[in-house]
């Protein structure tokens, strides 16, 4: 996630929560990529998925060592807000999945859960301040169409379509967040508010 959306770079813990969240959900993804993929493959998503892992625990040291006042989420509205957000993605992804796993296209499940991950970074983004999520939106969210395509037209598994790209994407965008790239792709190392925060 990138910086805040009134124009500042954002904290070194929300920096953190972002890197932590995504390199863990980006190892997730790399893991359910693995279901019906070749054994060359699934060995290429397991190192990528050691990756992931690694972004994560490097957000959560990061996230940990700035002071909780500086979050976003510090603030008890934004908390509900956040949880009323993950609540709903949650709630629609388990909902969706069940109904396709009854009708007998539970190989579309990931897809399904991908384009409501996908969706569900817009509101997040002016929640969190964060205008990355916005660009990582509508990223995942194309993974779920090609991945679609890529069930319907191909023998290519939508799993595999999927892992391979959220893992990706999920693991790019955390380790931009831990280097404090900015929105418009410039670094805010070198910023004092970042040194502070």
């Known amino acids: 996630m990138g910086?805040?959306?009134?124009?500042?770079?954002?904290?070194?813990?929300?920096?953190?929560?972002?890197?932590?969240?995504?390199?863990?959900?980006?190892?997730?993804?790399?893991?359910?990529?693995?279901?019906?993929?070749?054994?060359?493959?699934?060995?290429?998503?397991?190192?990528?998925?050691?990756?992931?892992?690694?972004?994560?625990?490097?957000?959560?040291?990061?996230?940990?060592?700035?002071?909780?006042?500086?979050?976003?989420?510090?603030?008890?509205?934004?908390?509900?807000?956040?949880?009323?957000?993950?609540?709903?993605?949650?709630?629609?992804?388990?909902?969706?999945?069940?109904?396709?796993?009854?009708?007998?296209?539970?190989?579309?499940?990931?897809?399904?859960?991908c384009a409501v991950v996908g969706v569900h970074f817009f509101p997040l983004a002016s929640l969190l301040k964060d205008r990355l999520l916005v660009a990582l939106g509508v990223s995942v969210t194309t993974v779920a169409l090609v991945a679609l395509a890529a069930g319907l037209a191909t023998d290519i598994p939508p799993s595999t379509v999927t892992g391979i790209g959220v893992g990706a994407l999920l693991t790019v965008f955390g380790l931009a967040a831990l280097a404090g790239v900015h929105a418009e792709g410039t670094s805010q190392a070198s910023s004092p508010r970042q040194r502070e925060g």
């Open 3 to 113: 910086d805040d959306m009134n124009g500042g770079p954002r904290s070194r813990r929300d920096r953190g929560m972002t890197a932590l969240i995504e390199g863990f959900f980006g190892f997730v993804w790399f893991g359910w990529g693995q279901a019906n993929a070749s054994t060359e493959l699934s060995v290429g998503l397991a190192v990528a998925g050691v990756v992931a892992l690694l972004v994560a625990v490097a957000g959560g040291i990061q996230a940990f060592r700035g002071p909780a006042s500086t979050g976003v989420l510090h603030d008890r509205q934004a908390r509900r807000r956040y949880g009323v957000a993950v609540g709903v993605e949650f709630s629609l992804a388990g909902v969706g999945a069940a109904v396709l796993a009854i009708t007998g296209r539970g190989d579309f499940i990931p897809v399904w859960v």
